[in-house]
């Protein structure tokens, strides 16, 4: 049995200095042509390719590198191309697959599994003809590519079962159409493209199936098992690796060693519990990539710990390789750019760079012996295990003892009567999620701050003018409740980070989130606390601007928690109590300075729904708990808001209740209205703004399309809880299309509610 050799399942592909995302928006606004961004794009595939090997990895993985999203690239190059983009080719189609033409809306966007990267889902219907993008085979180019540098890279694609989970039927397929239907065409190409790897040379490729971390049923499992059992008797190919991540793939585990794959990659870390199921699991003949090294966190790997589960694997398989979880395209590229992060946190931390130097340490271990690398181990523990000073903050724990869950606000029905006595709105308010463009002169302002070209003052009243025209904007369209429009944030999860104790921020650890999107996720390595006001200036400043009502705008407990980087040393809700305190006190402040609209911002509270339905009641206790914590303690007068985007509400609607707030504004544009309807049928009476267009999208809508809308909205709702808000904030889009949308909605909503007789009594 071989044991120690190495490879990573996937690495971070915007470069270091984002010069993917750079090259690529500037190809979009025509600054530079489609060679000069391939030519970026194959520079930053061969760094990393050099790199990994100069890490001294002993496997390297290609076709990891994508220009917008890898699911887009499976889709393309499996001819997954809705008839709507037929007419396009090359670069322009992809793009317009990704963002849209006139006349072609773009591919839908969702949440990849539990993290904060968004992939575009295919549309499978039964027209549907799979074939082999023949002019421009992504995972062979890439294969050449890397052997002209003298490397046998193992291509990743996605693999069959997951690609077709992940799609949705295309438009116009028939009532009952799933994409798993045509898994069976889909294997012909499969087999096709395997072929094609194997002639070019490839040893091995790698099919992610990730999809396994997730409850399957018996039918699922049955054509997982065909799906392999046809693979692995194709004539000609690589070896496969069949990779899984994101959690346990449990039952998985034995119908996939009963196909003839030759070898699996597990995540030993999110699904540690798989590796007491590898002795029994009849994989003597395999290899399998022990995934010991966590692709979703910034923690050093406790080493010992890792090399004592590779032991208890050896013997159970024919080649023991260390690996990460996952991708590392989750993680910041490397630490080494950091220059400001404490210096005991810093040497804690291990982003993508530093994992891969883990992973080759592993891999030692195993080869020549712990003994011989046992300087490296005992200075790495000794990282590991310092402590920042700050990371305990009594006085945060006992008042989250004192308080315990908190008390419950006053029954809804008690608040509606309140507000409507103080806070009177029309019926079908309007108003907006928070965020308004966020324009390159705002973040010209801040980058001036940065590099002090100008001083605190400056920026400040840069922003209050910002402010300025934002309210007299929304007064002029005529919404009802307006925001500030958070000019003065960098990030909604950031911004926060940044004032409140507990947390660090980096200079360059930009994680994709979608496209050319990225985020720098703070990280929470102490307990947090609030040193002082964080919105209450600005959202005071905007309110005496205007008569009209302005809504505060926070980020709520999960969010902060799903988009940081989070601490391991206490369970996810303990930290999620400490963000919520910190709320708590930051709603008082607001309510107490006449604030009466708050909203708390939860996008991410479906994300971070656990894979397994097992695992969800749990996370869902805690979950909304927290946000019931950071927003119980408001007066009946006060209107607390939340929001949800990205991501199928269906499975949540019991928890969208449980929040207890009385507005909850959700991404619907998409699914016609889909959950208005689910959560109309629990019963729920609480307020509701479903998007009525989607922001996504550099569209205007028309009047007509938001008034039907709306009224798709009415046929579920009493008029009385019916909210007009878009699908999220408008900080990506451009006041071009921001001012004449907000007016058709606003049109919108007057023309809806003129049809309202006679007119119910307002519940919000
Ligand atoms: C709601 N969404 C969010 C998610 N996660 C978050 N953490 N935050 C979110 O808002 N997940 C789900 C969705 C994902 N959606 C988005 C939408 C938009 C972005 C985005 O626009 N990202 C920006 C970076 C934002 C930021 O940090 N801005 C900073 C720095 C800006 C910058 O690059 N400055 C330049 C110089 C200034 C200039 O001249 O332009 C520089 O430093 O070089 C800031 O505003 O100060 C992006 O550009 O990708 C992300 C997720
Ligand atoms: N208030 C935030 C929510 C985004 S999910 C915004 O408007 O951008
Ligand atoms: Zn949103």
Redesign the pocket.
């Known amino acids: 049995m071989a044991a120690g050799r190495t490879t990573v399942l996937g690495y971070p592909r915007i470069g270091q200095r984002?010069e993917l995302?750079r090259a690529t928006e500037a190809y979009w606004s025509g600054k530079i042509d489609a060679t000069a961004l391939l030519d970026t794009a194959a520079s930053l595939r061969r760094q990393t390719w050099e790199t990994l090997r100069d890490a001294g990895l002993d496997e390297i993985p290609s076709n990891t590198f994508s220009l917008y999203d890898q699911v887009l690239d499976h889709a393309v190059l499996v001819g997954a191309v809705p008839p709507r983009f037929r007419q396009l080719t090359g670069l322009d189609r992809y793009f317009a697959m990704a963002r849209g033409v006139t006349g072609a809306p773009p591919l839908e966007m969702t949440k990849w599994f539990d993290t904060?990267y968004?992939y575009l889902v295919p549309e499978v219907g039964p027209d549907t003809v799979f074939r082999l993008d023949e002019e421009h085979v992504k995972p062979v180019e890439e294969y050449h590519e890397a052997a002209a540098l003298g490397l046998d890279t193992r291509p990743v694609l996605l693999g069959p079962l997951t690609f077709l989970l992940l799609a949705k039927p295309a438009p116009g397929a028939p009532e009952g159409f799933r994409p798993l239907d045509l898994l069976s065409p889909l294997l012909d190409v499969y087999a096709d493209l395997l072929g094609r790897l194997a002639d070019v040379g490839a040893s091995w490729v790698q099919l992610d199936e990730p999809a396994l971390a997730a409850d399957r049923s018996p039918e699922e499992l049955a054509l997982l098992r065909a799906a392999y059992d046809r693979l692995g008797s194709s004539p000609r190919r690589p070896k496969l690796l069949v990779a899984t991540y994101f959690g346990p793939i449990r039952e998985a585990l034995g119908v996939l060693a009963a196909t003839p794959v030759d070898g699996l990659a597990l995540d030993l870390v999110a699904g540690a519990e798989d590796a007491t199921r590898v002795a029994s699991a009849g994989l003597s003949r395999r290899r399998l990539v022990a995934g010991l090294v966590d692709g979703r966190n910034v923690w050093r790997t406790n080493l010992p710990q890792a090399l004592a589960v590779a032991a208890s694997l050896l013997g159970s398989v024919d080649e023991l390789m260390v690996g990460t979880s996952c991708s590392l395209q989750h993680v910041p590229l490397d630490v080494s750019l950091e220059t400001s992060l404490p210096e005991e946190l810093r040497g804690r931390l291990a982003f993508a760079r530093q994992k891969v130097d883990e992973v080759v340490l592993l891999g030692r271990a195993l080869r020549e012996g712990r003994e011989q690398i046992s300087d490296e181990l005992a200075q790495a523990e000794a990282a590991r295990t310092r402590r920042p000073p700050g990371t305990v903050d009594a006085r945060v724990r006992a008042r989250l003892a004192a308080l315990g869950d908190g008390t419950p606000r006053g029954d809804y029905a008690s608040r509606v009567r309140a507000r409507s006595a103080t806070n009177p709105l029309p019926l079908l308010p309007t108003t907006t999620i928070g965020s308004f463009p966020?324009t390159?002169e705002?973040?010209?302002a801040?980058?001036d701050l940065?590099h002090g070209r100008i001083d605190e003052a400056t920026y400040k009243a840069r922003m209050r003018a910002e402010i300025d025209k934002v309210i007299a904007l929304q007064e002029d369209i005529g919404l009802d409740v307006l925001v500030h429009g958070e000019p003065e944030?960098?990030?909604?999860?950031?911004y926060f980070a940044e004032r409140l104790t507990g947390f660090a921020c980096t200079e360059s650890g930009?994680v994709q989130?979608?496209g050319?999107?990225?985020?720098?996720?703070p990280i929470l390595y102490g307990d947090v606390a609030r040193p002082e006001p964080i919105t209450v200036e600005w959202t005071t400043y905007a309110q005496s601007r205007t008569t009209k009502p302005v809504k505060g705008m926070l980020t709520g407990p999960v969010t902060m928690l799903a988009?940081s980087f989070v601490r391991d040393d206490q369970s996810l809700a303990e930290t999620a109590r400490q963000v919520a305190l910190a709320l708590r006190d930051e709603i008082r402040d607001l309510e107490a300075a006449g604030i009466r609209h708050i909203q708390v911002d939860e996008?991410?509270l479906r994300e971070r729904l656990p894979l397994r339905s097992a695992d969800q009641p749990e996370y869902l206790r805690w979950a909304v708990g927290a946000f019931r914590l950071a927003t119980s303690g408001v007066a009946d007068t006060t209107t607390i808001h939340s929001h949800m985007?990205?991501s199928e509400f269906g499975e949540i609607v019991d928890a969208i209740d449980a929040l207890d707030a009385d507005v909850v504004s959700v991404e619907a544009a998409r699914s016609r209205m889909e959950l208005v309807h689910d959560l109309a049928r629990t019963g729920y009476r609480r307020g509701i703004g479903p998007g009525v267009y989607d922001i996504h999208s550099p569209r205007v809508p028309t009047v007509e399309e938001i008034e039907d809308a709306l009224r798709l909205a009415l046929a579920a709702l009493d008029p009385a809880q019916l909210w007009v808000n878009p699908d999220?904030?408008l900080?990506?889009r451009r006041y071009e299309e921001v001012v004449p949308a907000l007016r058709a909605m606003v049109e919108a909503a007057r023309r809806v509610r003129a049809t309202l007789h006679p007119a119910p009594a307002p519940a919000r």
Do not use: E, F
């Not at 050319?516 to 996720?521: G, I």
């Open positions: 984002r995302k904060n968004h966020q390159s705002i973040r010209a801040r980058a940065r944030r960098n990030d909604m999860v950031q930009w989130s979608y050319t999107r990225y985020v720098r996720p988009w996008p991410a985007c990205y999220c904030g900080k990506t």
